[in-house]
Structure formats: structure tokens, C-alpha cells
């Protein structure tokens, strides 16, 4: 292959990927996914896959970031998203002295004590509602990774994109929103184990004895046999 070709194989590589994450979003991908030019790897706490998504230049506008298909939050209920978005961070980065990402997890409990504290008032039923729709927005638009099922919550990969500047304000917004309680997480599910579809040794069936055969016809239980024999004249 000429250097031409490779170099033309290369843009292609990178169009297609920039095309997956411009309409889909982040993308989450194995380690071993080759890197692309523009795009930003953030890996999971465990290190099983990767989020990738486009690198903000520096000062982006609104304009740019729909052009890259990273809106900066989602447009209905815009302030309520952002403020429930805010408190998660809350909730989500203990060691403001590192990266925002990846983060630990919080619970809807934690969220919802901040909602009430932000608002200087006892928690209604009414936040509730607020507090689940904003959550679902923020996942679907990856700026969260929400967990409805158990309640939990983390930061999503979209928080990669906040410059050094910006995480220096959330920082500053951190620390006068109300503290959040204690995180009590679910216990993680134990898988139940495959049953065997094989019986074991101690558990198959004892097999019947064979009935015995004989080469030719049984000569005792032939009929007649116990008759007398006839006297001879």
C-alpha cells in the first residue's frame, strides 16, 4: 500500500468515526479501539470500555457545539436540567482537587436532599417528578449515566469536555450548594449460577440388569417337558 492510500485509509477511519459520534453521541467502545484524531478517549473506572466523543476547542460557542453534536444541555426545561445537573455534580465529584470525571456514583436520595436544601424548603412530592425528568434527560444526552432501576447515578462522559476554566466555577458552585447526605448504594446483584443441563455421576439412574439370553431354545421350559416319558410294550 502506497503512503497515499494509507494516508486516504487514515481520513476514512477518521471520517467514520466523526460521523458515529456527530450522530449517535458518545460512543462507548473497547480499549482497544484504535484512537482518532479529534476525538477524546475517556476510559470507565474499571476499565472495560472507553467513551469516545469529539475534543471542544477552546471557547466553543452554542454554534459549534451543535456542530459537533454536543449541545450543552438539553433544551427543554433548561434551567431545571442544568440545575439538577449541577446538584449531581455535587453528589458525584468528592475530590474536587482531581478531574470531574469519571467520578463515584450517587443516589437519588442525595439528589433530592440538595433539590430541597437549594431550595430552602422540605422535600415536596412535586420535585420528585421534576428531579426524574431532568435525570432522564441528562441521560439520554449523555451528560449523566442514571440508573432508574436502583436509584443511582454518575457523571456522564460528556463531563470530559469541561476545559480546566470551566471546572474551576463548578468547583466554586460545589461548594455553596448544600453538602449532600452520605451515599447509600445498592448491594450488587449476585448472578444466580446456570443450572447444569447434565445430570451428576452421583444422580444418574442405576441402570436395570440385562435379562440374561441363551444361545439356543431353553430346553427346561420347553412344552411338555415335565410329562412322563411312554413305557414300552
Known sequence: MTSSEVAESGRSYTALWWAKVQSAGPLQVSPDTPAVPGLTRAPEPDGSTIWMLPTLPEGAGHSVLEELG???VAVEMPNETARVLAICVACCWQDRSGSVWPGVVGTLTQVKAVYAGLRGRPEQSSDLTLIIGSL???HATSWLIWNEKAGEVRLGPRVTAWTP????GLRELCRILPDPPPAVLAPPRTPEPTPDPLPNDGDAPTPAP?????SGPDQSAAPGSDLPEPEED
Open 70 to 72: 454536543m449541545p450543552p
Open 136 to 138: 432522564r434527560r441528562l
Open 165 to 168: 476554566t470551566a471546572q474551576t
Open 210 to 214: 440385562a435379562t440374561p439370553t441363551s
